[in-house]
T-cell receptor
Framework: GAVVSQHPSWVICKSGTSVKIECRSL??????MFWYRQFPKQSLMLMAT?????????EQGVEKDKFLINHASLTLSTLTVTSAHPEDSSFYIC???????????FGSGTRLTVV | RKEVEQDPGPFNVPEGATVAFNCTYS??????FFWYRQDCRKEPKLLMS?????NEDGRFTAQLNRASQYISLLIRDSKLSDSATYLC????????????WGAGTKLIIKP
């Protein structure tokens, strides 16, 4: 089945620095990638939808200048958390669009801790 | 009202018991429905897609009632390994790709 490789799986960074998270689709092309954020004991919240070769679509309340998304190729989408603050600490996870089996393939997630 | 609502949980049940999860959704235009399972600090994994006719996969049975905008998941003969958070997921009515996630119901199976 489809596999999405997400890196890093966890990262600790200092407040004010930027962190880049990568999601790569292996053995298939992903024209669309969804980026989610999940705070402890809460549901996944869609942050943005990235489309290869075009600008990402951000959900209401998500700062596009803070969460930079790049989908420059059909196999790579990146999320950069710029000027990270402790409140950005969360579990970030990417997902492809629906496949033929009806499911969505997720990356393994990135646990970001900003200190 | 939340777009997707689930039982708040957690559910603590003995091994071997039958467990039922309930979920309601607000967008009548939604077309795709899923149950996902998420283990602690892991990514969600698809458990079942939910079809109008209802579907069963081993010990798991999913049902959909479009008129009531209600989805259920039944787990029979629960195992210790079933302990996880179960997430009800519905696609947006205006987009077949974007998903709305319930907050999840945590299930704890006790020996």
């Amino acid at each position: 089945g489809a596999v999405v490789s997400q890196h890093p799986s966890w990262v600790i960074c200092k407040s004010g620095t930027s962190v880049k998270i990568e999601c790569r689709s292996l053995d298939f092309q992903a024209t669309t990638m969804f980026w989610y954020r999940q705070f402890p004991k809460q549901s996944l919240m869609l942050m943005a939808t990235s489309n290869e070769g075009s600008k990402a679509t951000y959900e209401q309340g998500v700062e596009k200048d803070k969460f930079l998304i790049n989908h420059a190729s059909l196999t790579l989408s990146t999320l950069t958390v710029t000027s990270a603050h402790p409140e950005d600490s969360s579990f970030y996870i990417c997902s492809t669009e629906q496949d033929l089996s009806g499911g969505y393939t997720f990356g393994s997630g990135t646990r970001l801790t900003v200190v | 009202r939340k777009e997707v609502e689930q039982d708040p949980g957690p559910f603590n049940v003995p091994e071997g018991a039958t467990v039922a999860f309930n979920c309601t959704y607000s967008n009548s235009a939604s077309q795709s429905f899923f149950w996902y399972r998420q283990d602690c600090r892991k990514e969600p994994k698809l458990l079942m897609s939910v079809y109008s006719s209802g579907n069963e996969d081993g010990r798991f049975t999913a049902q959909l009632n479009r008129a009531s905008q209600y989805i259920s998941l039944l787990i029979r003969d629960s195992k210790l390994s079933d302990s996880a958070t179960y997430l009800c997921v519905v696609n947006r009515g205006d987009s077949n790709y974007q998903l709305i996630w319930g907050a999840g119901t945590k299930l704890i199976i006790k020996p």
